[in-house]
């Protein structure tokens, strides 16, 4: 039922579609299974993006496919006032799973949203304060309170006289410093930074420092494990919460289930999505207990206790036990970074590469010494990747970004590995051609 579509339905879909998005490629997907998808065409790609992350265990994985059949054949719907038998048991292990005193969850369905109910509940913890701070390069959602947390879009002008109550400060992004200094001797000026404006710039004082863990959309920017530990420690100095955004990270995207596990610090509430649900929506946070819970009504959506979502997440987390994901993620991660590294020595192009785990970011420039983002390349390097079969995903929103992510799902095999390092240089020549 509703499997197949006339070229003049494409047509007319496409023209009532009022997108948010932007600019695609003309291409209908109408088949996936694990890092492989295909077109209307027939025409087969490896997923590099993981459709937004989202399928970090890959498309239609069986036992989340069964786990939904079932669950859908019982009940596919109850409102948020009544309790079903996977968001107990889902509620039951992620508050397990979660480090630290992190063990109060609340969902929804969007990223977007789960950052947002993150905010609303600092908010809510600390009153009289009106203003977070956040990373320059920070990307976290779409809403409006969201979008005014995040790295700013240059066509979001018309919004910005109703977003505020964001003060934004440099964050250790190493091959930019925005403060002209060496990693290896500014003895992590940035975080002094971010003291200072703490306890100086922010009137009233901060509600939170909201901050993703390993930047996404701003970059795929990741940081030393010292930046962290020094950050939860300013926070805790000047009596701030701390946010981390994991939408992207969550589940095994860096190797552990949560990236925060990689540094060793645990904020007071930390979001997630994406890649929780198996390819169906899910997101939300996860908070301390020793902070003052919602009041009725706070903070509750229709959907918010989707059970079929729910289930699909169970069995995601299974699948991540089972197949010993965790570990193929590190594994692939060194393998394809070290990779790229030797790509690096042959095509100057290549400015800096950047994990951890399958969270891969290729810098592209036009010089290596003056670092000019080279815009236009990583495009055409996205065009290439598509006409050969291989979805890379890119950083700093669409057309404007010049760093290719290699994001694949964790089940991706290791000859697909190999044909995505195949396509990578063989992009890299083409686009090299033209530097």
């Known amino acids: 039922m509703f499997a ?88 039951q292990k992620l508050a397990k799973l979660a480090p630290g005193n992190l063990n109060k969850v609340n969902y929804c369905l969007e990223g977007s949203l789960a950052v947002e109910g993150a905010m609303k509940l600092a908010i809510k913890n600390s009153p009289g304060k009106r203003y977070f701070v956040t990373m320059d390069h920070g990307y976290h959602g779409r809403t409006f309170l969201t979008m005014s947390a995040s790295w700013k879009h240059p066509h979001s002008t018309a919004y910005i006289p109703f977003i505020e109550n964001v003060i934004k400060v440099p964050e250790a992004y190493c091959y930019r410093c925005a403060f002209n200094l060496d990693c290896a001797s500014c003895n992590l000026f940035c975080v002094k930074y971010l003291d200072d404006t703490l306890k100086n710039r922010v009137p009233g004082g901060a509600v939170a420092v909201l901050m993703e863990v390993v930047q996404g959309n701003g970059g795929q920017i990741s940081f030393m494990k010292n930046y962290h530990k020094k950050i939860r420690e300013v926070c805790t100095k000047n009596k701030v919460l701390l946010i981390y955004d994991e939408v992207q990270t969550g589940f095994g995207r860096t190797g552990k289930l949560f990236a925060s596990e990689l540094y060793g610090v645990v904020p007071d509430i930390m979001t997630f999505g994406k890649a929780i649900g198996g390819g169906y929506p899910l997101a939300g946070f996860i908070a301390s207990d020793k902070l003052k819970p919602f009041d009725p009504g706070e903070n509750a959506f229709t959907f918010s206790h989707f059970p079929v979502s729910m289930i699909a997440a169970l069995a995601t987390l299974e699948v991540i036990e089972k197949e010993k994901l965790l570990e193929r993620c590190v594994k692939l991660g060194e393998y394809i970074t070290s990779r ?14 950047r994990g951890p785990g399958l969270a891969i970011g290729i810098e592209l420039v036009k010089n290596p010494v003056s670092k000019e983002p080279a815009v236009e390349e990583a495009n055409k390097f996205l065009a290439e990747g598509i006409k050969n079969g291989v979805i890379f995903g890119v950083s700093l929103y669409g057309a404007l970004g010049h760093i290719v992510k290699i994001k694949p799902p964790m089940v991706i095999s290791d000859d697909e590995v190999e044909t995505v390092l195949r396509v990578f240089e063989k992009c890299i020549k083409s686009v090299s051609k033209r530097t």
């Open 4 to 91: 197949t579509i006339t070229a003049a339905q494409i047509k007319a879909g496409r023209r009532a579609l009022l997108d948010g998005w932007g600019p695609r490629p003309n291409v209908l997907m109408v088949k996936a299974k694990g890092a492989r998808m295909w077109d209307s065409n027939d025409k087969e790609y490896i997923a590099c993006e993981s459709q937004a992350f989202a399928l970090s265990i890959g498309a239609l994985h069986p036992m989340v496919v069964e786990a939904v059949r079932e669950q859908a054949g019982r009940i596919s719907h109850t409102a948020y006032g009544w309790d079903n038998i996977p968001m107990l048991l889902l509620s």
């Open 340 to 353: 790229l590294m030797e790509m690096q020595q042959k095509y100057p192009i290549i400015g800096d590469i």
